[in-house]
Nanobody, 123 residues
Framework: QVQLVESGGGLVQAGGSLRLSCAASGGTFSGYAVGWFRQAPGKNRELVAQ????????YHLDSVKGRFTMSRDTGKNTVYLQMNSLKPEDTAVYSC????????????????WGQGTQVTVSS
């Protein structure tokens, strides 16, 4: 059974940075798309960034382009989300997930999810 564990969330002032990590055990990210999602209170879950099966980052949400960067460390079986220039509207629970295939632009394509980590950005 694949287990994903996120870390790195917290409280930060607007303009600050955080780096989220997502480590996989019981399975690998290799050959699968991996996504970072977020969900704010009262809002739908949205895909923030996606790395396709071969490790290329194929998608960043428009509102985070230029501020967030997703990356993978295949050797450590870990993915990261570097978040810079954070804004209050970035406040949400951030979760990583592994797709069942090579790509995944919809949460329905993801089979394994982490528990989520809270990111709170104060103004």
């Amino acid at each position: 059974q694949v287990q994903l564990v996120e870390s790195g969330g917290g409280l930060v002032q607007a303009g600050g940075s955080l780096r989220l990590s997502c480590a996989a055990s019981g399975g690998t990210f290799s050959g699968y798309a991996v996504g970072w999602f977020r969900q704010a209170p009262g809002k739908n879950r949205e895909l923030v960034a996606q790395s396709s099966w071969n490790g290329g980052v194929t998608y960043h949400l428009d509102s985070v382009k230029g501020r967030f960067t997703m990356s993978r460390d295949t050797g450590k079986n870990t993915v990261y989300l570097q978040m810079n220039s954070l804004k209050p509207e970035d406040t949400a629970v951030y979760s990583c997930a592994r797709s069942r295939g090579r790509f995944g632009f919809n949460a329905d394509y993801y089979d394994y999810w982490g528990q989520g980590t809270q990111v709170t950005v104060s103004s």
